[in-house]
């Protein structure tokens, strides 16, 4: 299965601020391709294809995780890889984003331990478009000016998921194979 680890993002109101954004980009005429709104997540850690064993042994390794529930706030744009060649649209983190990237920390030790290669450094970050054509990025930068410092509302986080990827016609489904619910702060 081609799987990755992941926190979905569940608050809807932050949703629909996103969801606006995405409107905004799509309507400046650029072809890009918006992230559905019920598949948004902050990727912590890309598997790819893996088999049932390795998936008991993530499965089992996440359970060792020791971190707390966390709020994170959504403000700003970037785009990877950058502004000169946009393939990307996102949106960062201002609130939890040191949490979110210890928490990335901890799942790469522990991946890593399984024989996974290293992941590139994790930049705490939701996908909200894909660009298709690098062509249009001065529409993109264009229709996103008036976001580029937005605060797109807050969320707490206080889970997160093994995920199965299935490619298709319409775009990837997500399907939750374990969640593991993080512990409170005390």
């Excluded at 996103?18 to 850690?45: C, M, W, Y």
């Excluded at 000169?84 to 790469?108: H, M, T």
């Excluded at 605060?151 to 990827?165: A, P, Q, Y």
């Amino acid at each position: 299965m081609r799987a990755f680890i992941a926190v979905d993002l569940n608050d809807e109101t932050v949703k629909r601020n996103l969801e606006d954004l995405q409107r905004a980009l799509e309507s400046s005429g650029a072809h890009l391709k918006s992230v559905k709104p019920s598949n948004l997540h902050f990727t912590i850690r890309f598997l790819g294809e893996i088999s049932e064993e390795e998936s008991r042994n993530v499965i089992n390794i996440m359970k060792d995780l020791d971190i707390s529930s966390f709020r994170i706030s959504f403000k700003g744009l970037g785009y990877f890889p950058d502004l000169s060649r946009i393939s990307v649209v996102w949106v960062g983190v201002d609130e939890g984003k040191n949490e979110l990237a210890r928490l990335a920390e901890q799942v790469e030790i522990r991946i890593r331990s399984l024989g996974f290669k290293p992941e590139k450094k994790f930049v705490p970050h939701l996908t909200i478009c894909r660009v298709r054509n690098e062509l249009n990025k001065d529409l993109i930068i264009n229709a996103s000016k008036p976001y580029v410092n937005n605060l797109f509302g807050e969320t707490f986080v206080d889970s997160i998921k093994l995920k199965k990827s299935t490619l298709s016609t319409d775009g990837p489904i997500y399907n939750d194979i374990f969640t593991l619910h993080l512990g409170m702060k005390t």
